[in-house]
């Protein structure tokens, strides 16, 4: 049954209501028409309680925009969501994908990950080239996705929201690595699911890494709001040193917006559940509003916590990622890089729950502080200890794997 506007409903039920479920909720694809977003695919989710999403189809299938009830959850940069036709991943020294960022989800690979940089190309086996120039966080999230379906599925009296789509990121002489995405909610639900697979579809050995980058905004964040995880260890903080402290801001509550702040970003180790999930989630009391995110740790190990409290581009991100912030050179020279052969794949899942009410909010502090506490100092002291990553497909390429 499904609970809609104080009521449980069945399948007959909703039909009787009207003529179509669209007048409920559910999927539909649109076009944006005007300035740099011109021509981008957009599909809206509406799932009757008050939770609407879209998805920008031609930016990876990412998730674009999120609200409850007319709050916004998600962040929008001065960016918009640029059109990848006007997208410069080359530009400003590996920075040109900061003109094209924006939105509550931008994932990041799908073979590098972090800042710009150069690594070897041996794996490719081109004579002409020698290295591959990498640009922030990588080149997917400005990549179309082949829409391969949409719509409403019911099985008994639940209804499914859905989407499907397959984004290729390939080159001649280089990778052909193809990310299968899934999203599903469920009418008169707050939780949006995604599911994601990478697949090595050519016959090259080839570097793979992959993060989440979720984007909290106002009003969800704002003066106050909370962010509760099970943090075992802070590891890395990028400000470390004398900028630490000056600024005033620690990584357990939001500030305002402020005038001249640069950016926060940590590392911190994350202890699981007993199911393997690891929930983070920032929670705003005034509103009695929150969203948690919940992730695998065998999948996605590492995570980064970044603030960017700048007046005019207020936001907080939630990053659950496969490697270290050390980078790409590092995890080759550490022997974590995941390389995938010829149809090797990785899987990823991520679920996002709207928390509507004290209650709620309660309730996802207490049970993620039941998994470890996280640390009372608004500035811990890194450790600098970064866990070794261990796992099938993660090791130095060796010579005869990089040149076959």
Not at 282 to 292: Q, T
Not at 393 to 403: C, I, K, M
């Amino acid at each position: 049954m499904i609970m809609l506007y104080g009521r449980s409903l069945s399948r007959d039920d909703i039909a009787a209501l009207s003529g179509s479920l669209q007048a409920f909720g559910g999927v539909r694809l649109f076009t944006l028409g005007d300035g740099v977003e011109r021509g981008v695919r957009m599909l809206e989710f509406r799932t009757g309680s008050g939770l609407r999403f879209t998805l920008a189809v031609d930016r990876a299938l990412d998730i674009a925009e999120v609200e409850r009830r007319g709050r916004p959850l998600g962040w929008h940069s001065p960016t918009g969501f640029r059109h990848p036709a006007y997208f410069d991943y080359e530009g400003e020294d590996g920075l040109g994908p900061l003109r094209s960022f924006s939105g509550f989800l931008v994932t990041c690979g799908l073979d590098h990950i972090l800042g710009s940089g150069e690594v070897s190309a041996r794996s490719y086996n081109y004579p002409r080239r020698t290295v591959v120039r990498h640009g922030l966080h990588g080149r997917v999230s400005n990549i179309p996705a082949r829409l391969t379906g949409y719509g409403e599925r019911w099985e008994g009296d639940r209804c499914i929201l859905w989407a499907e789509g397959i984004v290729v990121q390939a080159t001649n002489f280089g990778e052909n690595l193809h990310l299968y995405r899934r999203i599903e909610a469920d009418l008169g639900g707050n939780e949006i699911r995604l599911s994601d697979r990478v697949v090595n579809e050519g016959f090259l050995t080839t570097p793979h890494m992959f993060f989440y980058h979720v984007n909290i905004g106002a009003p969800l964040l704002e003066e106050g709001a909370r962010y509760v995880a099970p943090i075992r260890e802070v590891v890395w903080a990028g400000h470390a040193g004398a900028r630490y402290r000056a600024q005033g801001v620690g990584y357990r509550t939001a500030p305002p917006p402020m005038r001249d702040f640069a950016e926060q970003v940590w590392e911190h180790d994350m202890a699981a559940d007993g199911q393997g999930r690891v929930p983070v989630a920032l929670l705003n009391d005034r509103l009695g509003l929150g969203l948690e995110v919940v992730t695998r740790k065998d999948q996605l190990p590492c995570s980064y916590q970044w603030q960017n409290f700048q007046a005019g581009s207020y936001a907080l991100g939630i990053e659950p990622s496969t490697h270290h912030v050390l980078g790409d050179k590092a995890a080759r020279e550490r022997g974590e890089m995941i390389w995938l052969g010829a149809r090797e794949s990785r899987s990823y899942e991520i679920r996002f729950q709207v928390l509507d009410g004290e209650e709620a909010l309660s309730q996802a502090a207490a049970r993620i502080r039941a998994i470890v506490p996280q640390p009372d100092d608004d500035y811990p002291e890194p450790s600098g200890r970064f866990a070794p990553l261990d796992g099938p497909g993660r090791r130095s390429p060796l010579p005869e794997e990089v040149t076959s």
